[in-house]
Nanobody
Framework: QVQLVESGGGLVQAGDSLRLSCAAS????????MGWFRRAPGQGREFLAF????????YYADSVKGRFTIFRDNAKNTVYLQMNSLKPEDTALYYC???????????WGQGTQVTVSS
């Protein structure tokens, strides 16, 4: 099992930047990829981005492409989400996940709240 702990959320103004972190522990050798998701109030889960743990390839949802960047530090078992030009509609609970393949997500963090004021 993998434990994931997110941090870095907070209250910011529109146009600001924020960097989220997700620290992993446990069976981290089982990673194939790690990703970021969010859930806005009253809405379903939205995929944002993932990164292949060894190769570093990345993939983004169209809604955040060009504004958000996912990257990792393998030595620290940590994945980051750099968010720029934040908008009020980016307000959500952000959480990370780890997956052992391209088709599944096995473990989830508890999330970190991001609130963007206009």
């Amino acid at each position: 099992q993998v434990q994931l702990v997110e941090s870095g959320g907070g209250l910011v103004q529109a146009g600001d930047s924020l960097r989220l972190s997700c620290a992993a522990s446990g069976r981290t050798f089982s990673f194939y990829r790690m990703g970021w998701f969010r859930r806005a109030p009253g809405q379903g889960r939205e995929f944002l981005a993932f990164i292949i743990w060894r190769g570093g390839q990345t993939y983004y949802a169209d809604s955040v492409k060009g504004r958000f960047t996912i990257f990792r530090d393998n030595a620290k078992n940590t994945v980051y989400l750099q968010m720029n030009s934040l908008k009020p509609e980016d307000t959500a609970l952000y959480y990370c996940a780890s997956g052992q393949s391209l088709s599944t997500w096995q473990d989830w963090g508890q999330g970190t709240q991001v609130t963007v004021s206009s």
